[in-house]
């Protein structure tokens, strides 16, 4: 008899983009927010805002509140700029890629 083989897949993350507390800071000034006020419309604290500006990296649960925002308000662009160039080549869905001719 042969011994079963088992598979251990490990799925990799992409990189965390370096530039994050830029693209926030874009995105505070092109919807009006300061930090404090970020953070009251995200319901975190103003020190969760303040270290995503110093580059730490935002949870799972606050990039989703985050990019709801942005995407609320017609900013995720700034956030995202693969979903600015999908959206600017007509394909709704981002996962999919630009529609094939």
């Known amino acids: 008899m042969s011994r079963r083989q088992q598979w251990v897949y490990r ?8 530039d994050f507390p830029q693209q926030l800071k ?12 970020l953070a009251r419309r995200l319901r975190v604290g103003v020190r969760c805002v303040w270290r995503w500006n110093a580059g730490r990296k935002p949870d799972a649960g606050h990039l989703v509140a985050l ?9 995720l662009h ?10 600017k080549s007509g394909h709704p869905c981002m996962s999919c890629g630009p529609p094939s001719a």
């Open 67 to 75: 990019f709801n925002l942005a995407a609320e308000m017609g900013l």
């Open 11 to 18: 799925v990799e993350p992409s990189p965390f983009p370096e």
């Open 78 to 87: 700034i956030l995202l700029p693969a979903a600015g160039e999908q959206i």
């Open 26 to 37: 874009l995105f505070r000034k092109a919807g009006g927010f300061t930090s404090r006020g």
